[in-house]
């Protein structure tokens, strides 16, 4: 009846408060790569990661260099709130993989560290390219970690 127009206005306000919520799945949010690169620092460990081709990791690159404490969730991610606010486009993945780097929110950093199937709303911001180890370096707590532009490209 009227659910369509129930589910354009819900669609809407989200969209306007930027807050996260629940859709049937779309395309993947993963995109296309832009080409830049990022080193992930964790403790004494190193990770590459490859950022997405979309608003939201051109505005993280500009928050770079940034050294956080990432706060421990549910087993599977680590995530931490930005000093600021960046540009989204929330969808539902499919699932998540190791090594994704999202934006939950507009201001939510949430790196994970198992895959898992979700029903929450993500942007994406880039993936980390081999994300083997990356559960041991972040450990079972809290943790610091530095992301920063690869030199060689910048």
Known sequence: MHNASIISLVFTLALAFAAPFELTEQDSPRGKSMGNKI???????AFAATLSDNPTAAAFTKLLPLSIT?????RNEKFARLSTNVPV???TPASIRTGDLMLYG???LVLFYKSF????SYTAI????????L???LG???VDVTFALDQERH
């Open 106 to 108: 507009s201001n939510t």
């Open 135 to 137: 559960e041991v370096a």
């Open 126 to 133: 880039g993936r980390i390219d081999d994300p083997e180890g």
């Open 70 to 74: 990432m706060t421990e969730l549910n």
């Open 89 to 91: 486009r929330a969808s």
């Open 140 to 142: 079972t707590g809290d």
């Open 39 to 45: 080193t992930i620092r964790i403790g004494d460990k």
């Open 117 to 120: 199937h979700t029903t929450y």
